[in-house]
Structure formats: C-alpha cells, structure tokens
C-alpha cells in the first residue's frame, strides 16, 4: 500500500545539476480541462512519473480517455464522450471538483467522489457549489459523491468570490468557458498555474480576458478544440532545490527555472543568506549562509501555502528566531512537531509558527502528514546527524517526480 511507504536518509551535500519538471499544481487543471472538449490534447514538459498525476490518468480512462505517455509529453484522446460519472475506488485528489466542473459544463451533468488530498485545516468545498449554482446547476450530495446537473447546459452569472480561492478561480473559468453568455469572475486568485490554465483553453477557442487581481471575464462558446501546449515548470519543486542546496552547504544548478514565478520568494532568500545568479535558463545556488526569515504567505505573487515548510526547515538551520505566519491554512503547521523529533524547537503562538533555530538535528522516525511537509522532512534528514525514516513518504511522490534519480544525480542515495 502506498501508505506503508518508508524512506531512509542519510546527511549530506547537494551538489550537481538538475531539471525542474512541469508543474503539478498546473498539470492536475489541465487535465481537467481536457474534458471539456473531444479534440486530442499534447502536452509536453509534463510531469508523468508523479503520483497525483496517475491517479488524474487513470481517473480519465475511467471517464472515457484514452492517455498516451512517452517520458515528459501526454497524449489525450477521446474514445467515449457518454461517460458523465466518474466510478472511482482508488485514492482521490481534490482535483474531482474540477472533473465535475468540466463534466457538468460540457454534458450538463456530472458525478464524482468527494474530493481528496491533503488535509489543510478546513479546506471544504462550498465554494465550488456555490460556483455552479451560481451559474445554474443544481448539486447535491449521494453517499460519497458529489452531484451537479444544468439540463439545459451552464448560464453565464457574475461570479463573486468571497476569498481568493485558487481551485474556486479555475473551476469558475472551466465552467465559464463553455457556459452561455458572458461571466465575470470577481475577487480572482491570479496565479502562474491558472495563467497558464487560461493559456491552453485560450489556444483551445476560449475566449478570456484577465483584469489583474480584479476579474477575469469569460465569453463563453459552443464547444472547444484539441491542442498542443507545454506545461509551465514546477516553482515549488525548483525552490526545494534551492532551499536544499543553501542549508546542506552545496552548490546546485537548477535547470528550467521559472524566474518570474519567484521574484518575491527569491528576494527573501537572497535577504537571508542565499547566494545566487542567473545562468539563461538555470539558477545556480552556491551555498550561503541560512539566516532567520520572517514571512507571511499570502496571494501570488506572494510567498504561497504550499512554500512555508521549506521556509521552516531553512528557519530551522539558521541561529536565531524565525517566524511564519500562514493565515490561509494555520493547520499546515503540523510538520512542525515531526521536525521537533528532530530536534528543532518551535512554538505556535496563535497564526504564527515561532521557529529557534541553529539546534543540531538528529536524525528520527518522522510522518509525513502531507506532501509539502515530507519535503520538508526530507531536506532536514539531509542535515541531520544519523538516519532519518520518513513513513508515508508516497506523499512526496504526490508531487516531486523521478525524486531517486534527481537526488543521486545530486549525490544523494536514498
């Protein structure tokens, strides 16, 4: 079973090259889309081998797709367009509530399981009901589905969104794609991964326009076409190499480096201790010194949820007091007391994670509650003195592909 999974590591030094793949984030909400048209989808600088995607794969052959995967590109094919109900058994991912979304825009209804993934404090899904009911579907709850029907197909209704949701953003631009009329969405989460959502329905006939922060505006239209689109890289991915490279004392180049997806992150780090310079297409870390940070995440192009446990872990090797305040998914912290078996000293004080750090860690049997915390996990084994066993390490390959080959590429053997 996945969740048996254990992973054994050893301290050591980041030293090498290595290529940053396609972005999880992004290819998860592209393959939603693909439902909503029978024309073939190619994507390249697609991140095959991670978990989450197989899962997404194997979700769409059940609803009729047939998927073709050759090393970094996909091919999606249509072989039934009559399948609205996605029967599924396996392990879910929170994307079904962008299946159901594109199921239920392009057939006018759909059937998915209740949404899964990683557990984040309160991460519910009235958000995307409200979505689809604003643009008249009906949904409703079966056992453990989750229900939408519009019989006479999805209308066009302003959409106001009372957080800057990410899933919420995109699935209100799925379903506006193809919906009747004109849809503006209020409040966006504008974001690289759903920039680059706009960018292959774009190529796919959508008609869309994007206003900043303020709205995106959807045309919709009768039906959409096949493409060819390659997949931004993966910012989550390329700033663990980075973070790895400063507090193991390496020096990592970084191929296919989304530099404009990391301004701001980067000049945190660059302000803390990281020393690195640009390299045309690669980043290229060269150790550093890891001192305190102070950050809050928050909208792009902002420090993101996803990125504080690295954060914490470059807190952690540093002398001095680090502090985290992540007012989006507070829950998130739980990392923190698998890091503290290690030997980092914490404290919660009401949103804020308060990091002392410059202890010694030691290696231990940790948990890897979700993914962004076995990452986390992972990079402190990387420092820490004796073996480190991370259970349920199958949550990193959720999101980090080929992770053995990259790291010995590094000079790592895990």
């Known amino acids: 079973m996945e969740q048996d999974k254990t992973l054994r590591i050893k301290k050591g030094t980041l030293a090498g ?65 009559t399948i609205t109900t996605l029967e599924w058994s396996g392990r879910s991912i929170r994307n079904t509530l962008l299946i ?41 709850e079966e056992g453990d589905y989750l229900c939408a029907e519009a019989k006479m197909g999805l209308v066009a209704k302003d959409i106001h969104l009372p957080m800057r949701s990410t899933g919420a953003t995109e699935n209100s631009i799925i379903c506006a794609s193809l919906a009747k009329g004109t849809t503006t969405i209020w409040n966006p989460h504008i974001r690289p991964e759903i920039i680059d959502l706009i960018d292959m329905l774009t190529k796919m006939g959508a008609k869309i326009e994007v206003f900043g922060q303020k709205c995106i505006v959807v045309e919709g239209v009768s039906e959409l076409s096949g493409v060819k689109h390659t997949v931004i890289p993966d910012n989550i991915e390329a700033l663990t190499w980075a973070i790895g490279a400063v507090i193991t004392q390496g020096e990592v180049e970084i191929e296919n480096f989304p530099f404009e997806h990391l301004e701001v992150p980067l000049v945190y780090l660059r302000e803390s201790g990281m020393k690195f310079y640009r390299g045309g297409t690669s980043l290229i870390v060269k150790g550093g010194e890891a001192y305190p940070i102070e950050i809050s995440t928050g909208p792009y192009p902002g420090i993101n949820s996803d990125m504080q446990p690295l954060f914490a872990i470059y807190g952690a090797m540093s002398n001095g007091v680090s502090k985290i305040v992540d007012l989006r998914f507070p829950g998130r912290y739980g990392y923190a007391e698998e890091l503290a078996k290690m030997g980092m000293e914490y404290k919660v004080d009401g949103d804020m994670l308060v990091i002392k750090g410059g202890n010694r860690l030691n290696g231990a049997r940790v948990k890897a509650l979700d993914l962004r915390a076995g990452i986390a996990l992972l990079l402190a084994g990387l420092t820490a003195e004796g073996e480190t066993i991370i259970e349920s390490s199958w949550q990193i390959g959720r999101g980090y592909e080929n992770l053995e080959e990259k790291l010995s590429g590094l000079g790592i053997t895990i």
């Open 17 to 81: 090259s290595v290529k940053v793949s396609g972005a999880k984030n992004s290819s998860l909400r592209l393959l939603a889309a693909s439902l909503l048209t029978k024309g073939s989808i190619e994507l390249k600088n697609f991140p095959n081998g991670l978990l989450d995607v197989q899962v997404h794969l194997n979700m769409l052959e059940v609803l009729g797709k047939k998927c073709k995967a050759i090393e970094d590109e996909i091919t999606i094919e249509e072989k039934n367009s």
């Open 100 to 140: 159901l979304g594109a199921l239920t825009a392009r057939h006018g209804y759909g059937r998915v399981p209740l949404p899964g993934g990683c557990k984040l404090g309160e991460r519910k899904y009235d958000l995307h009901v409200m979505l689809l009911e604003n643009l008249g579907a009906r949904v409703w």
